[in-house]
């Protein structure tokens, strides 16, 4: 998907990624279809190429700690309603990736493949490849407070 540095690639292939790698998302697809959840063109993307790796990583980054993730949608099953909610107050469609920080956080990504950090509220990570880099090495996501979300 993109051009990785050095350190954002072996951390990336320690986790199990391959260049090319595709994996099926039919069941994730049909699975939260079902509760009304679409998965958009930029969810597929992603989960086609990184769906189902668990990112070791931790210690220091570069403006907070490094976190483990895993990027299952499962992992967010139950949460779909958060989803939604927080899709409407953007005015983006959220779709569930995975967790950050065992199951501290859920991960989530809009339409413009930009990923979120997502609990009660949201936070930023950027849009893709720069994201997955942020999370990889600690880079602070941008929370996105209410008086930002129209628009």
């Given at each position: 998907?993109?051009?990785?540095?050095p350190?954002v690639?072996?951390?990336l292939?320690?986790s199990?990624?391959t260049a090319?790698?595709?994996?099926?998302?039919a069941?994730?697809?049909s699975?939260y279809?079902?509760?009304?959840?679409?998965m958009h063109?930029?969810?597929e993307?992603?989960?086609?190429?990184?769906?189902?790796?668990t990112?070791?990583?931790?210690g220091?980054?570069?403006n907070?700690?490094?976190?483990?993730f895993?990027?299952?949608?499962?992992l967010?099953?139950g949460?779909d309603?958060?989803?939604?909610?927080?899709s409407?107050?953007?005015?983006?469609c959220?779709?569930?990736l995975?967790?950050?920080?065992?199951?501290?956080?859920f991960?989530?990504v809009?339409?413009?493949s930009?990923?979120?950090?997502?609990?009660?509220?949201v936070?930023?990570?950027?849009?893709m490849?720069?994201?997955?880099?942020?999370?990889?090495?600690?880079v602070?996501p941008?929370?996105?407070?209410?008086d930002?979300?129209?628009?």
């Open positions: 998907m993109g051009e990785w540095s350190e690639l072996e951390v292939e320690a199990g990624w090319g790698r595709r994996v099926d998302t069941g994730w697809r699975r279809e079902a509760v009304g959840l679409v063109d930029a969810a993307r992603f989960l086609r190429e990184f769906g189902g790796l990112v070791s990583i931790g220091p980054g570069i907070r700690a490094r976190e483990p895993q990027l299952d949608p499962e967010a099953w949460e309603d958060r989803s939604s909610e927080l409407d107050s953007l005015g983006r959220l779709f569930p995975g967790e950050l920080d065992h199951g501290r956080f991960l989530g809009d339409e413009g930009e990923i979120y950090l997502v609990e009660t509220w936070a930023s990570f950027g849009p490849p720069h994201a997955l880099e942020n999370l990889i090495l600690g602070m941008r929370r996105i407070d209410d930002h979300r129209q628009g």
